[in-house]
């Protein structure tokens, strides 16, 4: 048993670092009061690879692992977690079910344009009435010749906004409740994908959540992932591995609060001594490194069991709750930390805070994750 990064991973660290420290960070404040990621740092993370971590060169991936694509996921969300999370739903929502489920001719056309960046991918699962409940989904879809056509609206899209390439779901038969949906790769550019609005949120404001309306989108009959009826297996198995980069996400927001806290304490003076010096600080610090390393280490555990073909889906539902649970914790007591300067937001904690309570919801809310958690341990 082996708890030490590889020289690879370390590598792949201290490059998203680099990058993070000159591109990210410095325009995380920005990023969170434009409501919006600069072009040039998705121009930016797309050269360096950070869009296809953890697929084959052959679709202009960056061939690394698994564990190295939560690495980058981490690192960015450490400094930024909207554009954490755009990196996440792009890689494990967008481009991780064409390459499961999708045919060799699928991936080689789809994959390349999303992996260099040029196409930004999204996943089109929830409305207004099936979010956690997915077997109600309203959108239909019906044959027409060569085409399939869509009827319906989503909601929640995240990366909706880039109109890149999205993985859409729809019902043929609503009476068949899961057993009807079926998954489809979308150009979001397509005749009659309307958006309806990109909503303003508490966090990851830079993220872009989308609300489309899809009237009569005619998609090729080549476009279909899987077979017509596999949508909800797509769906289950494309979010079990996508909860583990949420994990990472939730994971980089705990590190980013908790390495601010710790400089703030070493520098703010109190009754004239550094904050680090009251046992009150100390303990703070000292249950938000114990709340961060747990969830590591059932980050990395999951992420590994997925690099080695393990069936991971209990180690990623507990890592999804435990980061996102400790990411909300430790934000909040970040800002008792820092004091009145905590709800400023010069000092990004408090951005942190906002942006941690999402983790928490989206990709699964940890109730559903308890369901799925106790479900198996009681297998």
Not at 7 to 30: G, Y
Not at 53 to 65: I, Q, V
Not at 128 to 144: C, H, K, L, P
Request: net charge negative.
């Amino acid at each position: 048993m082996d708890f030490d990064l590889t020289e690879e991973h370390r590598l792949v660290r201290d490059s998203v670092r680099q990058c993070v420290e000159a591109e990210i960070k410095p325009k995380a404040i920005e990023t969170d009061r434009n409501h919006m990621i600069d072009p040039k740092i998705v121009q930016t993370i797309s050269e360096l690879g950070f869009l296809g971590s953890y697929f084959p060169d052959k679709y202009s991936g960056a061939e690394l692992d698994f564990l190295s694509y939560i690495i980058v996921v981490e690192e960015i969300s450490k400094a930024c977690a909207s554009t954490g999370v755009l990196v996440s739903a792009h890689t494990s929502l967008g481009c991780a079910p064409i390459y499961m489920f999708g045919t060799e001719e699928q991936k080689m056309k789809f994959l390349p344009p999303m992996l260099k960046g040029e196409k930004i991918g999204s996943f089109l699962l929830t409305e207004a009435e099936a979010g956690s409940d997915v077997a109600n989904m309203m959108t239909t879809y019906r044959e027409d010749g060569d085409y399939y056509v869509l009827d319906g609206s989503k909601i929640f899209i995240t990366n909706g906004g880039y109109r890149g390439t999205g993985i859409v779901f729809a019902s043929k038969d609503r009476s068949l409740k899961h057993k009807g949906l079926s998954a489809f790769i979308l150009d979001l550019e397509t005749e009659g994908v309307v958006i309806t609005g990109n909503e303003e949120k508490l966090g990851i404001r830079g993220s872009y959540t989308t609300a489309f309306g899809l009237d009569e989108v005619r998609i090729p009959k080549e476009n279909l992932l899987g077979e017509e009826g596999d949508g909800f297996k797509i769906a289950m198995e494309t979010l079990n591995g996508g909860r583990i980069g949420i994990a990472g996400q939730a994971l980089g927001i705990a590190e980013g609060a908790f390495e601010r806290s710790v400089a703030y304490a070493k520098e703010r003076k109190q009754f004239g001594k550094p904050l680090a010096a009251l046992q009150a600080i100390q303990f703070k610090l000292a249950d938000m490194a114990m709340k961060i390393e747990a969830a590591k280490l059932i980050t990395y555990k999951a992420a590994w069991m997925k690099d080695q073909g393990q069936a991971n889906s209990l180690q990623s539902a507990m890592a999804k709750t435990m980061a996102s649970e400790a990411a909300t914790w430790v934000t909040k007591e970040a800002i008792q930390v820092h004091g009145g300067y905590g709800y400023i937001t010069e000092f990004e904690v408090e951005r942190m805070f906002r942006d941690a309570k999402i983790t928490e919801i989206y990709e699964g809310t940890n109730e559903v994750q308890r369901v799925v958690i106790s479900k198996m341990v009681l297998q």
